[in-house]
């Protein structure tokens, strides 16, 4: 089965994604192709727990799968901070200590934010 290609936003957006999806905190896009020859973007997301980061972590790798192989992925067994490089997209999810020690954010402040889209509306539950 031919793996299905996505852009590099396309990508960081999927991210983002399966990082919300285990209810990772202030994550973010970072759009950093015409400051840096790094990556296209890079996404930020918070754990509150290493078990958090480490789930968040499997999240984006399992569900990227099916689009391609992570290049490279580091930090998953500590749950500290871990990196998953994907070329053109590098992904850091941090425990929150870490993530205000190292501040990335600043580190980036001239990366454009790219906008999450807005997540579904909950499926009302039937009233009994």
């Known amino acids: 089965m ?7 936003l396309e990508r960081a957006l999927k991210c983002a994604e399966f990082a919300l999806d285990k209810k990772g905190v202030d994550v973010k896009i970072l759009e950093i192709a ?7 973007y890079l996404v930020l997301a918070t754990g509150m727990s290493d078990k958090q980061v480490q789930a968040l972590a499997d999240s984006v790798r399992k569900g990227l799968k099916k689009f391609g192989k ?3 992925i580091e930090g998953v067994r500590e749950g500290k901070w871990v990196v998953i490089d994907y070329g053109d997209v590098i992904v850091h999810i ?20 790219i906008a999450l889209p807005e997540p579904p509306p909950p499926i009302p539950v039937a009233q009994r």
Do not use: G, K, M
């Open 2 to 8: 031919p793996e299905v290609t996505l852009t590099s």
């Open 34 to 40: 015409h400051i840096s020859s790094i990556a296209d």
């Open 70 to 72: 992570a290049q490279d």
């Open 94 to 113: 941090f425990v929150n200590e870490l993530r205000h020690y190292y501040d990335l954010d600043r580190l980036w402040i001239d990366a454009p934010l």
